[in-house]
């Protein structure tokens, strides 16, 4: 059974940085690709950045480019998001996702797996 367990989540004053890590396991994530995606109170999920585990391709949600970095240890089954410069309105409840197809998309709904969140708060 895959499972994708986030950590890293916390705390943290405007400026300052944090890094995501999502173990996974469960299965052969080569052809896989992982997502990252937010979710702030009242607000509907959204996406932040995604990976894949082949090749490493990468894509991001206009907002967080430049400031978060999304990377993945094949070894280890683990893929990061580096958060820096952190803002207020990065705040929210983490997920990472895996979409067993490898398409690339940034829609949750095409999503097939999901871990429990990890919560990020940004204070000003």
């Known amino acids: 059974q895959v499972q994708l367990v986030e950590s890293g989540g916390g705390l943290v004053q405007a400026g300052g940085s944090l890094r995501l890590s999502c173990a996974a396991s469960g299965r052969t994530f080569s052809s896989d690709v992982m997502g990252w995606f937010r979710q702030a109170p009242g607000k509907e999920r959204e996406f932040v950045a995604l990976i894949s585990w082949s090749g490493g391709h990468t894509n991001y949600e206009d907002s967080v480019k430049g400031r978060f970095t999304i990377s993945r240890e094949c070894a280890k089954n683990t893929v990061y998001l580096q958060m820096n410069s952190l803002k207020p309105e990065d705040t929210a409840v983490y997920y990472c996702?895996?979409?067993?197809?490898?398409?690339?998309?940034?829609?949750?709904?095409?999503?097939?797996?999901w871990g429990q969140g990890t919560q990020v708060t940004v204070s000003s």
């Open positions: 996702a895996v979409d067993f197809y490898g398409r690339m998309w940034s829609d949750p709904k095409e999503y097939d797996y």
